[in-house]
């Protein structure tokens, strides 16, 4: 996984998948330091994530995006560990029941993978579909979140 944090702030600005679509890799002004506190904080959740000793990110985030997707990635953060929501059901949450495809174009340009949950919105039928970090990714991660179950107190 990339993260990119901003110097001002210090607040994380993204976190890719390496291979993820809309990511080109890194950008010049990217603070490349391990030492860097954020990025070590980032680094030391995903790993609590992973080790399923969280549930939730709790990081400055300010992912660069217009203002209706700034209000989709602040619904996607909302949605629990190991519960889905269809794009529907959260395009009718923002109050724009007939804008499912533009919360899924939104969703597909989530800077911030797997901290703020675009793996946890599907079809309408369940079905997996679109995941700019690959559909088998999106697949694993669910799987991932539901043997752990939810666990309101973590």
């Known amino acids: 996984m990339r993260a990119d944090a901003q110097e001002q702030g210090p607040a994380l600005s993204g976190a890719w998948f390496v291979?993820?679509?809309?990511?080109?890799?890194?950008?010049?002004?990217?603070?490349a330091d391990e030492r860097h506190p954020l990025l070590r904080e980032a680094a030391a959740q995903i790993l609590d994530w992973?080790?399923?000793r969280r549930q939730h990110f709790s990081l400055p985030i300010a992912p660069q995006g217009s203002a209706f997707q700034q209000q989709v990635w602040r619904?996607?953060?909302e949605i629990p560990f190991g519960t889905t929501r269809t794009y529907g059901e959260l395009a009718?949450?923002?109050?724009?029941?007939?804008?499912a495809r533009?919360?899924?174009?939104?969703?597909?340009?989530?800077?911030?993978?797997l901290i703020v949950p675009c793996?946890?919105?599907?079809?309408?039928d369940g079905a997996l579909t679109g995941?700019?970090?690959?559909?088998?990714?999106?697949?694993a991660l669910l799987d991932f979140e539901r043997q752990r179950g939810h666990r309101p107190d973590a």
């Open 19 to 31: 291979g993820q679509r809309h990511f080109d890799g890194p950008a010049p002004h990217w603070i």
């Open 50 to 52: 992973h080790g399923g």
């Open 75 to 77: 619904a996607l953060a």
């Open 92 to 99: 009718a949450a923002l109050g724009r029941p007939a804008a």
């Open 102 to 113: 533009a919360v899924g174009a939104a969703t597909g340009r989530n800077p911030l993978s």
């Open 119 to 124: 793996h946890r919105l599907v079809g309408r």
């Open 131 to 139: 995941y700019a970090g690959g559909l088998e990714r999106k697949r």
